[in-house]
């Protein structure tokens, strides 16, 4: 088995197979390299199983959404950026159908589910360019009321580029990267998506990629978010670490109307990975962040910290160096409930 940047540079190191959750996990990559299936299709999703097989899906039993507006999500998924130090993907192409089928089983309406993915059959409007992406991002912002609940997920390539604007206390500003080879930085994101939303409105952020920590530039982060040094408690959560950190420097706190919360893969200074699962690739939040939600541990106790705990502790058990990481545009009580 091997670990590999998603960067592109290799790090060939071999491994003992463990197991993340119930299926066999056959190797562990860090996120940033590999090709994919290239007969996998996701032209019909809604008839497509899930990667782990129809029988790994657990009844939904995370606590009912209070939301009464509409649902609607994003769900982007990158293999090829088409740039050389930044080598193709395996896993994105199966987490966005993990995500879709999970959203599904958990009620969400297929129809206003919109998904960009680079696959070869798929037409021109529906590729993850930065032109594509920023589209639908500006219109699921745009269209949103007071009492809608939007999911957005993005699998694929982040990067680090030098911050310009003095915003990034590491100098840094973190970024995703399109299928054309284009960077959206997270000043972009912020100002596209979250910036826009309206009072009442909610956004749960999923990113399934590296130096993805503060990926929306949001106001409230784990304690040592903006130092570097995220992963000085180590792996598991704190049971004390129950309230997010503003943003040191006020010139640096962005504001929104909505409720936004992100979950990433990882800190800013580091890689994420991915697991090979009953033969396919999958990222490793995705993986956790799905199994978990729908796990009785979770049910027990609904919380934000609960389910970081669980996924902390979950990567910590099977020696994954990956610090997951919560950040919000509110003043988020990890102790309250987390919705789907």
Known sequence: MEIVTRRGVVWCRYISAVALCSPALESINVRDIHSMDPHLAL??????????????????????????????????????????????????????????????????????????????????????????????????????????????FIAGHGDQVPDTDDDEADGYDEAFVTCDGQHIIDDELFNILVQPLPLGCTLTALFDMCHSGTGLDLPYNLPGAYTGLSTSAGNTLSKHAMKLVLEPHPERRKQSDGKVVLWAACSDEEFCQEATIKGREVGILTHTFTSLFDSKEFKTDPSYHNLLTLIRNKLQMHGVEQQVLISSSFDLDLKSTFNL
């Open 43 to 152: 032209s019909n999703l809604s008839s497509m199983s899930l990667v782990r097989g129809q029988t790994d899906i657990n009844p939904p039993t995370g606590p009912a959404s209070p939301h009464t507006g509409s649902r609607k999500a994003l769900l982007i998924g990158v293999k090829a950026v088409g740039i050389k130090e930044l080598e193709d993907l395996n896993a994105p192409h199966n987490d966005i159908e993990v995500i879709r089928n999970f959203l599904k089983a958990h009620g969400w309406d297929e129809t206003n589910i919109i998904t960009l993915a680079d696959m070869e059959e798929w037409p021109q409007d529906a590729m993850p360019t930065k032109r594509n992406v920023v589209k639908h991002l500006k219109e699921l912002a745009a269209n949103a009321t007071a009492s809608d609940q939007l999911f957005v």
